[in-house]
């Protein structure tokens, strides 16, 4: 066991991301078995797992919710969040994205890299997660560790660093050699791991990968390419340094393999979890700002308190609030600062984190993942820090909703109920989104996608014995503008007893590629700088409907090239008045489309099935961009309208005999087929 004499070097935060059923929980139940955490091995299957404990994944099979769990291994404490896979749930991976150090990507050995990994793969770029490799299912029919390496190249574009060669191939994988150390790990049926040396068999594939290993590590290194000039090779010591900085920084990825379902190859991963993921200690100071300056806390239990709140659960027994402590030291009771809502908290509890299982404990320091009980103005994203040192931290971005469904109680009396209920939920998870129709009067419900609803409303029938009508999903659609107008003119005038309003504006309106833009081409100071803020302001207001449908408009530049002020009437009010109302203008005179929500589809078929799924996808206005075969299925790309998949699974499933499945993620928006440019 090793020591450290900084104890948050010994601490771990990472995350197990990956595509849907690639076995992240199978990994993170596998984990906490080798670690002594559990005495019996979960699954997914018999809804035993520990992660997976809310009564939606055990009937589903999927991960929903990010679980938190804390286990020990060689004298490191590891936190380690599993997040959901399914592209519904990707604001929860967000979240939990924000607030690690360090993650485990794992990839089918079949499949290699599909949709949602490359989608979870972009959103840890986006953090600056360093990341290690995980090639599960090393046992499964078709497996191949070079091809899934090959994927990740191409689709993802790292440079991997293979450290493992296979023992046995499919149902024959009995082990792995560590090619960093050159010893071989086997694994027989009770679950013991046995270290012998190279087998004769693999000796010179095992010698020849190394040297492979050595010279791309030599490449990437400038402390390796020395010593590899000098001597013709890379020590122990020396390769697992430079493999530690490689994937610290980002330059390298480590790639390791076995199958968690059987057990073999996690040992390995959790050493080299400690060996190359970063501490606390090895991430920048956490920045975050107050009255305009930025400020650094360290990873320092002794510096004053700074803490993201990353997930709200909401239980039967209180409210649940998920803490990522970056600096100083919080005790039961304590006071915090919640920089966000700008209020005072206290601390009623703290816990260790074990997914539904909580132990209590009397304090958290800096580096630490903690439950806290008590907090009761934190929502998802805010920060917690101490009274006398504020400051607020960049929150966790947050999606836009793209289906929505109307939900109603079945029983007059319960609509007060409902409204809490879901005001519970978008407290829980933010990218839930509540409104009322104003034509209408219905309550409509927006999220991620239609599971993403379906799970909602199923959690309102269950936890709150809610008895609740759904309608059918519709998508939010956006309007853009395919021809623009020049110089159209508004002028607002109001006169009505005492100061007027007056302003004079001239707009130029074109199409954009990104959301929206604004710049001003007045000269002569025809009108003042505060004026121009004022009217981009009304600008953005307009925005919010478009002449269509009401839909948010997006894809628009505004260029004001005149305008008129009065010394009197003249106003910031009267200036984003004329904004708002002649940009509402200039829309109807521009040709304009409606865009609705697409979605890139991957769907997994045996090869008897193709047919029929090219011509369903068809009906549906998909767009076919590739169709391969792996193993004996056939794997079809294709990019299809939201609207049109609802319902999809139960049609796959039927044109399929119950063998197909798909995944989807969203790709952005396209013009819908109805929609024709019009004045």
């Known amino acids: 066991m090793r020591t450290h004499r900084n104890p948050l070097a010994a601490v771990r935060n990472l995350g197990i991301l990956a595509h849907v059923d690639a076995g992240k929980t199978t990994v993170t139940e596998r984990i906490l078995f080798a670690t002594g ?23 589903r099979g999927i991960t929903i919710f990010a679980a938190a769990v804390s286990c020990v291994w060689d004298g490191h404490r590891i936190n380690l969040i599993d997040t959901p896979g399914h592209v519904d749930f990707a604001d929860e991976v967000e979240r939990a994205l924000r607030v690690l150090d360090g993650a485990v990507a794992v990839f089918d050995a079949v499949a290699g890299v599909e949709p949602q990994s490359e989608s979870v793969w972009r959103q840890a770029d986006r953090h600056g997660v360093p990341r290690i490799a995980f090639v599960n299912k090393m046992d499964r029919a078709g497996a191949d560790l070079d091809a899934a390496v090959a994927s990740l190249r191409e689709r993802l574009h790292p440079a991997p660093l293979v450290v493992q060669v296979p023992v046995g191939a499919e149902e024959a994988f009995t082990g792995v050699v560590d090619l960093v150390r050159m010893r071989a790990l086997l694994w027989s049926e009770g679950d013991t791991v046995e270290e012998v040396p190279v087998p004769d068999g693999l000796r010179q594939q095992a010698a020849a990968r190394r040297r492979a290993l050595e010279e791309a590590v030599a490449e990437l290194h400038p402390g390796a390419l020395e010593e590899f000039c000098a001597t013709g090779a890379l020590t122990e010591d020396t390769l697992r340094r430079a493999l530690r900085d490689l994937t610290r920084d980002g330059g390298g990825l480590v790639v390791l393999c076995g199958s968690a379902y059987r057990n073999r190859g996690v040992e390995p991963l959790l050493d080299a979890v ?5 501490s606390p200690l090895d991430v920048p100071p956490v920045t975050g700002t107050h009255a305009g300056e930025e400020r650094r806390r360290p990873a320092d ?29 919080v005790e039961k009771g304590d006071t915090l600062w919640d920089a966000t809502a700008g209020r005072a908290e206290r601390i009623g ?10 132990a209590p404990l009397d304090r958290a320091v800096a580096g630490d993942i903690v439950a806290v009980v008590g907090l009761k103005s934190a929502r998802a994203g805010s920060t917690l820090c101490a009274p006398d040192a504020p400051l607020v931290l960049e929150p966790p971005g947050a999606a836009e909703p793209v289906v929505s469904v109307a939900v109603e109680p079945r029983r007059a009396s319960d609509t007060g109920r409902l409204a809490s209920g879901l005001a519970r939920l978008t407290e829980e998870d933010p990218s839930l989104a ?11 419900l927006s999220g991620m996608g239609e599971l993403h609803l379906e799970v909602a409303v199923e959690k309102l029938r269950r936890d709150l014995a809610l008895e609740v009508n759904a309608g059918r999903p519709r ?27 007056f302003a004079h504006v001239v707009l130029d309106v074109e199409p954009y590629e990104g959301h929206f833009a604004f710049r001003s081409a007045v000269t002569g100071g025809r009108v003042p700088q505060e004026y121009v803020r004022a009217v981009e302001a009304g600008c953005r207001d307009a925005l919010g409907e478009g002449p269509l449908g009401g839909h948010p408009v997006t894809g628009v530049r505004v260029t004001l090239t005149d305008g008129a002020t009065h010394v009197k009437d003249s106003s910031d009010t009267a ?9 509402r203008d200039a829309l109807r005179s521009c040709g304009m489309v409606l865009l609705e929500p697409v979605v890139e589809v991957m769907v997994t078929v045996p090869a008897d099935a193709v047919g029929g799924v090219l011509g369903d996808l068809a009906a549906r206005r998909g767009r076919v961009t590739g169709s391969v075969t792996r193993a004996g299925a056939a794997v079809v790309t294709a990019t299809v309208p939201l609207a049109e998949l609802f319902g999809y699974a139960t049609r796959l499933r039927s044109r399929s005999q119950g063998r ?16 024709t440019p019009a004045r």
């Open 301 to 329: 239990p002794a510096a004053p308190v700074a803490a993201l709140a990353f997930k709200v659960h909401a239980t039967a027994t209180g409210r649940l609030t998920y803490l990522r402590l970056y600096s100083g030291t």
């Open 349 to 358: 509890r703290i816990l260790g984190v074990r997914a539904d299982r909580h």
């Open 575 to 583: 200036f984003r008045t004329a904004g708002r109302l002649g940009l």
């Open 274 to 278: 400690v060996d190359y993921l970063p």
């Open 660 to 675: 197909g499945t798909f995944t989807a993620r969203p790709t952005g928006y396209a013009p819908a087929p109805a929609a």
């Open 37 to 59: 955490t559990t005495h019996k091995r979960g699954e997914v299957h018999d809804g035993t797992t520990v992660t997976d404990f809310d009564p939606q994944e055990r009937d």
């Open 475 to 501: 998508v939010s659609h956006r309007e853009t503008v395919v021809r623009g107008v020049s110089g159209l003119v508004f002028r607002h005038v109001k006169q009505d007893g005492g100061a007027g309003q």
């Open 434 to 444: 509540v409104r009322t129709d104003p034509e209408t009067g219905q309550t409509v």
